[in-house]
């Protein structure tokens, strides 16, 4: 199967085109660079530029007739920036992708999975959260999301247009290979600012905020190996069309991780076992549009797409340490 994968030179993106190989797709990335290294790339199938480029969607799919899903991950995704830089992201997510969506379905390629967000999940009691908890996301990158759900539920209602909605949790760790991982000079994700600290490029590992309604005051998140992230990619490109026919409606959400809430101080914890050593903790207020945070209720994924999480944290905090280590190689930076 051929599939396009925008945003494929991304953290994610690089992993699921790699685990499409794996299970014997063929992935088309199309990345404007924006964000993710063109070494994530390596030598597969690659269109540089803008999913809002119509001629260039047209091109792909020109070229590749046989794309029979796209999974659309292209977008910004620094929460504290999406505060600050409000219109590049409603631009660039929202406006970007209705241009990507329509130009799909003029093209007759009507099947999109989605790359949504955790971050739109309101607090609720005990955490866990499934597919019908209530929505109140907290920052302008969330909002781009919800937004995108909403607008994917309406055209698939409406068109052609089909759509699968992943719900992605905390996804962390590299590539099982070393071939990708966080890329970021300075990495806005917990786990890679741990590594950072770990290995001694910061003086020390930030927590923000200490004073939420948690067991032990941090934020709580369900942190999901980026590998059991990118394979469940797999197997809702695979599955795509039963999973709707279970669903009986054009389009379905899915929460996509592990089940296990885990705070960050349980996170810091269990990075200091795998690493061998403390780590040097420092504390702060939290970062704005920060939330609680949440855990994955997964019956669904487990009842509809047929995929359940089966790699540890420790398994990913392994990953990611041994990507750290890596990672200058192929980046070129530390
Ligand atoms: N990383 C997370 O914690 C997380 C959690 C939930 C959801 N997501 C979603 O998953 C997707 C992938 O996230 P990631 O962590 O791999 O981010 P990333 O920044 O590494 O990847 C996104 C890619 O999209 C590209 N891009 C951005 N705007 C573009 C445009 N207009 N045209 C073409 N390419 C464009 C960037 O160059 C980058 O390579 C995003 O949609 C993100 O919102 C990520």
Not at 122 to 151: N, Q
Request: proline share 6%.
């Amino acid at each position: 199967m051929k599939v396009l994968v925008t945003g494929g030179a991304g953290y994610i993106g690089s992993t699921t085109a790699k685990a499409l190989e794996e299970a014997g797709h063929t992935p088309v990335i199309l990345d404007s660079l924006l964000a993710g290294p063109r070494a994530f790339v390596r030598d597969r199938v690659f269109y540089e530029g803008d999913i809002a480029d119509r001629a260039l969607i047209s091109r792909v799919v020109e070229e590749h007739p046989d794309i029979a899903c796209t999974i659309h991950m292209a977008a910004r995704i620094v929460v504290p920036e999406s505060v600050e830089q409000p219109y590049e992201y409603y631009r660039d997510n929202v406006a970007k992708s209705l241009e990507l969506f329509d130009q799909l379905v003029a093209l007759g390629r009507p099947r999109v999975l989605f790359s949504s967000s955790a971050s739109l999940y309101g607090t609720v009691e005990g955490f866990e959260v499934d597919e019908r908890s209530p929505l109140a996301p907290a920052s302008p990158y969330a909002r781009t999301k919800l937004m995108m759900e909403m607008a994917l539920q309406d055209m698939a209602a409406a068109t052609d247009l089909r759509a699968i909605i992943l719900r992605y949790f905390n996804p962390i760790g590299s590539d099982p290979d070393l071939e990708s991982g966080v890329y970021a000079r300075e990495p806005s994700h917990v786990l890679g600012q741990l590594v950072m600290a770990a290995l001694g490029q910061q003086d020390a590992f930030t927590i923000t905020g200490t004073e939420h309604p948690t067991r032990d005051g941090t934020g709580i998140r369900d942190y999901i190996h980026v590998w059991d992230l990118a394979r469940a990619h797999v197997v809702a490109v695979e599955r795509f069309d039963d999973v709707l026919a279970t669903e009986r409606a054009p389009s379905a959400v899915i929460n996509v991780g592990t089940g296990d809430g885990v705070t960050v101080r349980e996170l810091v914890t269990g990075f200091a076992k795998v690493f061998g050593r403390e780590v040097p903790v420092r504390e702060a207020p939290p970062r704005p549009g920060d939330a609680i945070g949440a855990f994955a209720n997964v019956d669904k994924a487990r009842e509809v797409l047929g995929w359940t999480a089966s790699m540890t944290v420790e398994d990913a905090i392994a990953s990611a340490l041994a990507w750290g280590e890596r990672r200058e190689e192929i980046l070129g930076y530390p």
